[in-house]
């Protein structure tokens, strides 16, 4: 007998516009949905607070949109600038979706005005942009040029940077216009009804309260899946929080859609940055902030010993610190100097130490500079590559069209879970909004009918086992799990990957999932929180294994490299893993990306 | 015999600690819990603390210190001894 739906959930809300996720490109979806048409109801969800919550959180940065001196007051991109556009053409060649890109970079300053609007500081007292210059000084995220001659030119780019308190203000405009909040509400399935999404089950990780959303639109911006590998040099738990972007997100957006039926792509594709050792950054942006200057273990300092730019002919928009450990492909003597050994432990000869000497904004950054000694400090700091996870650069859950939208009818996608944060969530939530305004004047709202009443009954029953689990003997912490699941991922896949050690991983992750997930347990609904993320880690942890077994090639290393497929592969160019799920089974294909 | 808990995390300092709240709202990593007949926050999850700092800077009575584990300050070369309470979160020098 199907129960009804009012014994399985504690709440029901309708809504025309579900927004899963409230960071960057969450909060400038609503802010830009209300904006346009006030009668629309728009609802937000997250797992932390609007307020504070995301990648984006507390950065005061608004990055990644390159600027020239010229370009400052530019508020669009001409069809000549997105045809040269060097937006990681080369690197990213087939990884990512061109079409796309080239309506991302149309519409990068889409989300400008509206930020002024809600006071978000950009500009100087003068009224000029404020732009955070700097490639000589240090990482900042640019874009590299060419001369006739093929060599770097000195390029004026930089990010709009200390636009101060950016996400609360965002957070507050949200609110202030109508969106209602659904903050510490964490998503647990999302409904399916003939191939489209129509709403989605959420848990209040504060009261333990289950609720379903019905809506006739819903974007899916959870954000990165940022908790894939441990930092090694921290001691457990603080190494499972101590993520270069922010631990909140945990990935649990891509497994709800790969569950829903959407299909992921790429997800062998782990973003690695090469940052000073000890350094996180909760608050995202990675190393934006913080200043180096390189040099290795000979002293040398990398920036005279190769004045032309120690980066490869690749362009694109990845910090600079990325390029220091991917230049194998043109560049191998700058590789011997920076290169790291496969257990990411820096030794004799292959320490590479930075200056620290700089920081600025977040708030956890201008405390540590502080703490350092400010500019005065000179100690120089090992650099270390740091896993990222999922999400930053490329993969995720793949789009199908020009709206963003998934496989499913009516689920749009946009920020880090489908591989595009910063200011391209930005970007990508002022478009996806701009067409749901228009979308979801011709929808209904879908009924649930008896298939989507067992679907929420089946998601409830899987989201509380834990907090109701009878303990006979054994039971599991869900970090303790959570630790042992990342450990693999860094020792079995990390960044040299091999066959054997690939499949070593998928047997043990299986085996953990088979034998701990049973026993997971939680005493309240915020460990309850835990155990529902490692669960998802594990999920992710697998396809990301299992997907990187299926690549037999490498490709934008350090992302994907396989010591036993240590070239590219051209029959892999425009290839990519995608993962889709039928049944129980998860159906791995090496498809053309469109 | 004696046992250390996790030392690193927000610190609250309840001689100014006025129960306002701000810090258990807004965490997002949501690690204070709140005492009901105290009504003031607690510390429940310090090993979860991401360092964000958030609750420091927004804490209206200046009450709370975030501390940073010991790893992250010695790679960068801090004497951890002459650290303060002190520490002012301000305007760099």
């Not at chain 1, 396809?543 to 036993?564: G, K, N, Q, W, Y």
């Not at chain 2, 927004?58 to 790679?75: E, G």
Request: hydrophobic content about 40%; aromatic content about 10%; glycine content about 8%.
């Amino acid at each position: 007998m199907v129960p009804k739906l009012e014994h399985l959930v504690d709440g029901i809300v309708e809504t025309d516009f579900l927004i899963i996720g409230g960071g960057l490109a969450g909060s400038i979806a609503a802010l830009r949905a209300k904006k346009k048409d006030g009668h629309i109801d728009v609802t937000v969800i997250d797992k932390a607070t609007m307020e504070y919550s995301g990648d984006g959180v507390g950065l005061d940065n608004f990055n990644q949109i390159p600027l020239r001196k010229q370009d400052l007051e530019k508020t669009e991109v001409t069809e000549e600038e997105v045809r040269k556009s060097t937006f990681g053409a080369d690197r990213f060649k087939g990884l990512r979706q061109f079409k796309l890109e080239a309506i991302q970079i149309k519409n990068a300053y889409i989300s400008q005005p509206l930020l002024e609007e809600i006071g978000v500081k950009v500009r100087e007292d003068d009224g000029t942009l404020k732009v955070l210059q700097g490639y000589r000084r240090g990482t900042v995220w640019g874009r590299v040029e060419y001369d006739e001659q093929g060599r770097p030119t000195e390029p004026f780019f930089g990010t709009f940077s200390r636009a101060s308190d950016l996400k609360l203000k965002l957070g507050t405009a949200v609110r202030k216009n109508g969106v209602k909040v659904f903050d510490r509400t964490m998503l647990t399935s999302l409904i399916v009804k003939d191939g489209g999404a129509i709403g989605a089950t959420a848990l209040n990780t504060r009261t333990g309260k289950f609720l379903l959303f019905r809506a006739k639109a819903i974007l899916l911006a959870t954000g990165a899946a940022s908790r894939l590998y441990p930092y090694p040099y921290a001691p457990f738990p603080n190494n499972l929080f101590y993520t270069l972007t922010s631990p909140v997100n945990h990935g649990g957006g891509h497994v709800c859609a790969l569950n829903a039926g959407a299909k992921l792509y790429s997800m062998e594709m782990n973003v690695v940055y090469v940052v000073s050792k000890g350094m996180n950054h909760s608050s995202g942006g990675g190393a934006c902030n913080w200043y180096f200057k390189m040099y290795n273990s000979k002293g040398e300092y990398l920036e005279d010993k190769y004045p032309e730019r120690i980066v490869t002919k690749a362009g694109g928009m990845i910090p600079g610190v990325n390029f220091l450990y991917a230049p194998n492909m043109e560049r191998p003597e700058v590789e011997k100097d920076v290169i790291l050994s496969a257990k990411h432990m820096a030794e004799e000869d292959e320490v590479v130490a930075v200056y620290f000497t700089a920081a600025t904004e977040p708030p956890k950054a201008l405390k540590f500079h502080m703490l350092a000694g400010g500019l005065k400090n000179e100690e120089p700091a090992e650099c270390i590559p740091v896993l990222v996870g999922i999400g930053m650069a490329t993969g995720g859950v793949l789009r199908e069209n020009e709206f963003s939208e998934t496989g499913m009818k009516n689920l749009f996608a946009a920020g880090n879970v489908v591989g595009r944060g910063g200011s391209f969530g930005f970007t990508w939530g002022c478009l996806i909004a701009d067409h749901v305004v228009e979308l979801v004047k011709s929808l209904r709202m879908e009924d649930i009918g008896v298939e989507q009443v067992e679907q929420i009954e089946k998601t409830r029953a899987h989201v509380f086992s834990p907090l109701n689990r009878k303990v006979e003997y054994y039971f599991v912490n869900p970090l303790e799990l959570e630790d042992y699941v990342r450990t693999v991922n860094y020792q079995y896949v990390g960044i040299k990957r091999v066959k054997p050690r690939l499949e070593r991983a998928v047997e043990l992750i299986r085996r953990a999932k088979r034998s701990c997930v049973p026993l997971l347990v939680a005493r309240n609904p915020h460990e309850l929180m835990r155990a529902l993320e490692v669960q998802d880690i594990i999920e992710i942890s697998e396809i990301h294994a299992r997907s990187a077994l299926m690549r037999t090639e490498s490709r934008l290393v350090p992302c994907h490299f396989r010591e036993d497929y240590p070239d590219q592969d051209p029959s892999w160019d425009g290839m990519v893993v995608t993962v889709r799920r039928e049944g129980e089974d998860l159906i791995y294909e090496k498809e053309r990306l469109n | 015999m004696y046992a250390i808990g996790i030392a690193y995390g927000p610190d609250i300092d309840y001689r100014h600690c006025d129960g306002c709240g701000v810090c258990y709202e807004h965490c997002p990593m949501d690690i204070f819990a709140w005492d009901e007949q105290k009504k003031l926050p607690i510390v429940a999850y310090p090993g979860e603390c991401c360092f964000c700092c958030f609750c420091e800077v927004m804490c209206p009575q200046m009450a709370i210190d975030v501390r940073f584990p010991v790893h992250h300050l010695l790679d960068f070369g801090i004497d951890v001894s002459r650290l303060k309470r002190e520490t002012p979160l301000g305007e760099p020098e």
